[in-house]
């Protein structure tokens, strides 16, 4: 088993955004991130201060907008409107979970496209749902760079290691499992999607089983363990979940897969943490980039990665 160490491509990845950055200066290219965040939900919370601090690092404009757990539609609109409106903003984010009640197309629909660095607006959505995408949502895309680096450390081309292969997506979400898949079916793969209805059924491992390629994007702590995989799957981890130790009631995050089961048969898997998050959070801030420069009608280096 080899361990994907996210850390270290996250390194590469965040020097070549400083590389793009020193060069847009050039031309007067100032990026800046706007987060939305929603009452004190830990993963949230947690995301929010690593994305603030890549965006320090790299000297961004970046503002956090806070709202309660109980606010209403028509702030969040307005909100999202002002971030619209305000030219130092280049990208913005919209952090889950949103409140309950809260209408999620609603939401993703008041963005503007342009700044919309997580392709969940329809229109960016459709886009890459047709293969031409604007943006490639954060977490996706770093799965898929972690795969890709993973198989050019093997020898292999990514062009063609995907073309029929089964890859099994855990989880059907518009921010991961959804994009997943997409890019998984451009990239010639045999892709299946498994949600809720399926772990209902009853049929969950059915599917995991037959995996070449699984992401686990489910948000549920260890829902695939190794009997539900086999042997020599290459398995990457989306799953961040706060999980209370109950004798100490100390706080661990741990994955979607259970990391001792399915490394045990893996030929590779990403860790949790240091394995997809790190990548993600850096690819969000090279979308960011990528916006500054297409508002600004210059042509983003970062978007070659795609």
Not at 8 to 29: F, G, K, P, T, W
Not at 87 to 102: K, M, N
Not at 191 to 215: K, M, P
Request: hydrophobic share 45%; net charge negative.
């Amino acid at each position: 088993m080899r361990i994907i160490d996210g850390n270290a491509l996250a390194q590469e990845l965040h020097a070549s955004i400083e590389d793009e950055l020193q060069v847009l200066r050039l031309s007067a290219v100032q990026p800046g991130l706007a987060t939305v965040i929603f009452g004190d939900d830990f993963g949230a919370r947690a995301y929010e201060q690593h994305v603030r601090r890549l965006a320090e690092e790299l000297e961004y404009r970046y503002v956090c907008e806070q709202l309660g757990p109980d606010v209403e539609l028509a702030e969040v609109v307005a909100t999202l409107g002002k971030l619209n409106a305000d030219p130092r903003i280049t990208g913005i984010l919209v952090l889950q979970p949103l409140p309950h009640g809260l209408p999620e197309a609603e939401i993703n629909s008041a963005l503007d496209p342009l700044k919309d660095v997580e392709a969940v607006h329809p229109v960016n959505a459709g886009l890459l749902a047709q293969g031409r995408p604007r943006f490639i949502p954060s977490t996706p895309a770093s799965c898929f760079f972690i795969l890709d680096s993973y198989v050019r450390s093997r020898g292999l081309d990514p062009a063609g290691f995907y073309r029929g292969r089964t890859l099994v997506v855990v989880g059907r979400s518009n921010g991961v499992g959804k994009p997943a898949q997409w890019l998984g079916l451009q990239r010639d793969a045999t892709v299946v999607t498994c949600h809720s209805g399926t772990s209902e059924a009853g049929r969950l491992a059915d599917f995991t089983r037959q995996a070449d390629i699984l992401i686990a994007a489910a948000g549920v702590p260890a829902i695939v363990t190794g009997e539900m995989v086999r042997d020599g799957v290459i398995a990457v981890d989306v799953g961040i979940n706060a999980v209370k130790d109950p004798s100490t009631g100390e706080v661990h995050i741990v994955g979607d897969l259970d990391f001792q089961g399915v490394g045990a048969k893996a030929e590779a898997i990403t860790p949790v943490p240091g394995g997809v998050g790190p990548v993600t959070d850096v690819w969000l801030v090279g979308n960011t980039l990528a916006a500054a420069a297409m508002a600004a009608r210059v042509e983003p280096r970062f978007g070659a990665r795609r």
